[in-house]
Nanobody
Framework: QVQVVESGGGLVQAGGSLRLSCAVSRNILSLNNMAWYRQAPGKEREMVATIIPDGSTNYADSVKGRFTISGDNAKTTIYLQMNNLKPEDTAVYYC?????????WGKGTLVTVSS
């Protein structure tokens, strides 16, 4: 089993930056896939960014060029660096890690972007 805990959310003005952290209870090299999702009010949860152990990343078009997903050197934390935030980025952000066939989700961290 994997424990997943997000942190770093908060209130930020448009154009600002935040870095979200996802702490996992095992080395992320043991995971097939790590991802950040978000769910805005009234919308379905959507993928924001994914990373696999070799470092390959993928991003939703809406955040490409503004967000960066990465892992730390100890391979225990997944980050989402969010720059040039927009009000439409407001959502609860969730970290998901996969140990096939099981996906583990954190409880989420709220990001609110104001104008």
């Amino acid at each position: 089993q994997v424990q997943v805990v997000e942190s770093g959310g908060g209130l930020v003005q448009a154009g600002g930056s935040l870095r979200l952290s996802c702490a996992v209870s095992r080395n992320i090299l043991s995971l097939n896939n790590m991802a950040w999702y978000r769910q805005a009010p009234g919308k379905e949860r959507e993928m924001v960014a994914t990373i696999i152990p070799d470092g390959s990343t993928n991003y939703a078009d809406s955040v490409k060029g503004r967000f960066t997903i990465s892992g730390d050197n100890a391979k225990t934390t997944i980050y989402l660096q969010m720059n040039n935030l927009k009000p439409e980025d407001t959502a609860v952000y969730y970290c998901k890690v996969r140990v096939p066939p099981i996906a583990y989700w954190g409880k989420g961290t709220l990001v609110t972007v104001s104008s």
